[in-house]
């Protein structure tokens, strides 16, 4: 008689779960430490999408398995000739990727290389007291192309970004939270529950004032003030005329919780 024996079914290289409208989203390849392949960065992509895509998830968390968020791109598969940058969405699928949703990263352990760039397009950090940061691609003999260059000097102070670019020496988490790269530092083991209370806070807001804030936050940060404010004028006429400000209104002045549209 053939075998009834059930195979086990093999792990996906990216975990998602929903949590009360909120995508957790798990880089799940803990024996090569998440490294990045392409296939990883494909299923990455897809979580991605389905952050963007449903309008019932209102924050996404990204964070990794094994007490690691990310060493940075799989150099055994790029070897190979794979890469793990899409186009027109960057390392993993993510640090180029247009997105609208907020995302936090729940960092334990390394974020190396592709991996602290993955951070740096996340919108928040949270971090381990323990977790270290690092983009070391010069004493490798290349260079941090997918956020590094870009967004560290934006993030830290320029002359603190340039010795980590200029070394490749890490950063602790510690040294990190109090240059402003992480938002909250949590004992080891409590990124993803701290990353969770801060998610469900931006998940009890309104969706379209997240969104506005969210636009801004990506396209007015750099430009001259009066053209930042033309910028916002735009982005929050809608807003100031949605159900949800009304609603807003409506549910403070009969001190209840708001039920808002959704976006």
Known sequence: MPSTEQQPTAEPLVRTERRDGVLVITLNRPEARNAVDRPTAQALAAALDLLEGDSGLRVGILTGSGGTFSAGMDLKAFARGESPVLDGRGFGGLTRAAR???????????????????????????AAHDARFGLPEVTRGIVAPEGGLVRLPRRIPPTVAAELLLTGR?????????????????????????????????????????????????????????????????????????????????????????????R
């Open 100 to 126: 609208t949703t907020p995302l936090i990263a729940a960092v334990e352990g390394w974020a190396l290389g592709g991996g602290t760039e993955m951070v740096l397009a996340c919108d928040l950090v949270v």
């Open 170 to 262: 890490p950063l602790a988490a510690d040294r990190a939270a109090a240059l402003g790269l992480v938002n909250r530092l949590t004992e080891p083991g409590g990124a993803l529950a701290a990353a969770l209370e801060l998610a469900e806070m931006i998940a009890a807001n309104a969706p379209l004032a997240v969104a506005a804030v969210q636009r801004m936050l990506a396209e007015g940060v750099d430009l001259p003030e009066s053209d930042a404010f033309r910028l916002q004028d735009e982005v929050v006429a809608s807003v100031l005329h949605s159900q949800d400000a009304a609603e807003g209104a409506r549910a403070f002045a009969d001190k209840r919780p708001p039920r808002w549209q959704g």
